[in-house]
Structures are given as C-alpha cells and as structure tokens.
C-alpha cells in the first residue's frame, strides 16, 4: 500500500526556520496537504495544494513541493508552532486520502 | 462559522458497534463531502470513508470495508459512522472532517470535528 514518510521529530530554537518533509512516490502527480494538531485538539489544515495557504493561516508557514519531495517549511518558529504536523496526499491506486506518520515539532 | 460537533467517549465490548455523530452548523450540511479519519494509539491518521452529504453517496476504506456505514439525516444536518465487530485494535480517537471548496484540485479537510475516543475492551 502507498506510504509518506515524514521524520518523527524536528526541533529548533524560536526565531529559526523549521522544516518537515514528506517523501511519495505519488507526489509528482498528487498534490499535498499538511495539518497542524495540537495536543489535545483537532488538526488543522495549514497548507492546500502544495504551497496554498488558507485564509487565518500565519505568512510564516510555506509549502513547496518537488519530485518525491513535499516540504512544510515554518520561518521564524515560535513557541505555539510547537504541535504534530502531518503530510496527506492521495492513494493513486486506491483513489483515497493517505497520511504520513506525523512530525512532533518542538520550538524551544 | 463552520463547526463539526461530534457526540461524547464511548467504551464498547469486542464484537460490539458503535455509532458516532457529527453536527455541521454554520453552512448548507448538503454542500459538502464529509470524511471519517481515525487515530489509533501510536498509529498514523487513517481515512475511513466519506459520505456525500448532498446525494448520500459513499466511499470507504478497503481495510473497513463490510464494517463501516456513513449515514447522514439531511433534517439535523449530522452525519453518522458506525463501525461494527469492534476489537481492541479499533481503540481510537475517531474524527470527522468535512471537504469544502477550498480546492477542487484534491482533497482538502479544511475543518474537523473534536474527535470523539472509541475504547474497545472487554
């Protein structure tokens, strides 16, 4: 079955940039999608499409994507970015939504 | 402003069902595609199904398949899921998100529900 691969943890002082990446096969031809939980709550969808930003979302949260590649960057961490973020993208085969295992990042 | 409100914990025996609910307030329930998305312990988020609020179609998981039915009662504007034959591996936080039209480009859940904990044990 298809998989994204997200690194389990990423940490950084407040101020520096973060990035989490996403690795699938599928993501040169689906787009991708990354959701902010923190503890406690529901998650929230922090970048559409790649590198789309939805509306109440900070500037300092990005996406990009390339190749097998897709990558949530958050410059100028701060301390409340601090959640799990996780990767979703679209099961070609299945025809369905997937995620990736989840980042935890700490900003401290 | 667009809300998701899922009913409360439950604890359920092995070969049980259970039935969760989700409200939508805040914009026409029928407008929307609504999904179930669970979380295991120590597990990744793990899509379920989803349900065409508007027609009553649905689409679920593989992996459920034969186990899960997503229902909806356009009159309260709550979308339904039950899982049946529970076992102890289906012990999970259980949400529910709708897709708006945030894109049409792939699937977007651009809000979720609280969540709602199923523990499965005897």
């Known amino acids: 079955s298809y998989e994204l691969t997200q690194p389990p943890s990423v940490s950084v002082s407040p101020g520096q940039t973060a990035r989490i990446t996403c690795s699938g096969a599928?993501?040169?031809?689906?787009?991708a999608y990354w959701y902010q939980r923190k503890s406690g709550q529901a998650p929230v969808l922090v970048i559409y499409d790649d590198n789309k930003r939805p509306s109440g979302i900070p500037e300092r949260f990005s996406g990009s994507s390339s190749g097998t590649l897709a990558t949530l960057t958050i410059s100028g961490a701060q301390v409340e970015d601090e959640a799990d973020y996780y990767c979703c993208s679209t099961d070609i085969s299945a025809n369905h939504p997937v995620f990736g295992g989840g980042t935890k990042l700490t900003v401290l | 402003q667009v809300q998701l409100v899922q009913s409360g914990a439950e604890v359920k025996k092995p070969g049980a069902s259970v039935k969760v609910s989700c409200k939508a307030t805040g914009y026409t329930f029928t407008r929307y595609t609504i999904h179930w998305v669970r979380q295991a312990p120590g597990q990744r988020l793990e899509w379920m199904g989803w349900l065409n609020a508007g027609n009553g179609n649905t689409k679920y998981s593989q992996k459920f398949q034969g186990r899960v039915t997503i229902t909806r009662d356009t009159s309260a504007s709550t979308a339904y899921m039950e899982l049946s034959s529970l076992r102890s591996e289906d012990t999970a936080v259980y949400y529910c998100?709708?897709?708006?039209?945030?894109?049409?480009?792939?699937?977007?859940?651009?809000?979720w529900g609280q969540g709602t904990l199923v523990t499965v044990s005897s």
């Open positions: 998100a709708s897709e708006g039209d945030i894109t049409v480009a792939g699937t977007a859940f651009d809000y």
């Open positions: 599928a993501l040169p031809k689906k787009y």
